[in-house]
């Protein structure tokens, strides 16, 4: 079937993208679903620094691409062997796919999926190869098994979880990377519990569901740190208990003297090593430090290990928040349906495909925290 998609062709081009347009809206040919495959409308797609650090050549990935990876839609047709969703189903896109049997798939880190990050790395299917050709006959890789800014997608059926059909499309999108990646590094890699003292840094849609997260935990002091005024503010409303602008000489010292020496965990949600250096800083002894951000490939972090080591430091990384996405997402959905998980006010605007190159502008300026492509 032809269908309409994002595709990127160069990387690295100039901003604004409204002009330099590195993303061309394309008719592409869409080939059924395979063996294991499902068939997805896409009805909204998130935009997300993972997408633009391949659009900036951050993250390189191998061209021609469709991008988007945060996305929900509705089933629409089955491959074989596909007998645990219904044409109508509604689902979310999980931008790493999990084979099942691999060693970090039996030990319950689906996460770190070996097959899943070989496909995710060729832009391939986990099922093998792509569904997608343009109208040269070209290949076109699929970026993270997902490839959502498109009206359809056909996806493994590993990188999809089934929602509740009563959960609007459009915030259904948010569970499949920013709330997974931010609620789970908190709830799961962190294991905040209740009474601790929590900071992030870097309030991007990850990094406000983070601070989310950590109010759902129970955290008796929340610290947001961040470079905008505007996220700041978001973040008072949403459960920050204090605010810190990142660019305070003083901010490292702040946070040290509110919490008596450093908070529990620390999150770093910002890409960045001189971040994640500040996050460290801000960490009590016997603390533990947080980073799910990704920096460019070359980015080190120098680290004093005797500090390590004599207090206790505990430092770790944390993809997709470590989640078991069929497990994760319905308990994100419930708590946002009880109401202690508010993710529909991350969203700062909507957008046809169309206006993509422009919704990234806003992204790469930081105007925004989660816009939503509806199709």
Known sequence: MRITAAVLRTMGAPTPYADSRPLGIETLELAPPGPGEVLVRIAAAGLCHSDLSVIDGNRPRPLPMALGHEAAGVVEALGPGVDDLAVGDHVVTVFMPSCGHCLPCAEGRPALCEPGA??????ELLTGGSRLTDADGQVVHHHLGCSAFASHAVLSR???VRVDRELPLAEAALFG???LTGVGAVLNTGAVRAGQTVAVIGLGGVGLSSLLGAVAAGASRVIAIDLSADKLALAATLGATDTIDARDADAVARVR???GGGVDAA???????????SAVAITRRGGTTVTAGLPAPTATLPMNIVQLVAEERTLKGSYIGGCVPVRDVARYVALYRAGRLPVDRLVTGT?????INTGFDRLARGDAV??????
């Open 370 to 375: 989660r816009q939503l492509v509806t199709i």
């Open 158 to 160: 590993r990188s999809l």
């Open 267 to 277: 999150f770093e949600m910002a890409g960045s090593a001189r971040a994640l250096e």
């Open 118 to 123: 070989v496909a995710n790395g060729r832009g």
């Open 257 to 259: 003297t509110l919490t």
């Open 351 to 355: 957008l046809p495909l169309a206006e």
């Open 177 to 179: 990377c920013a709330v």
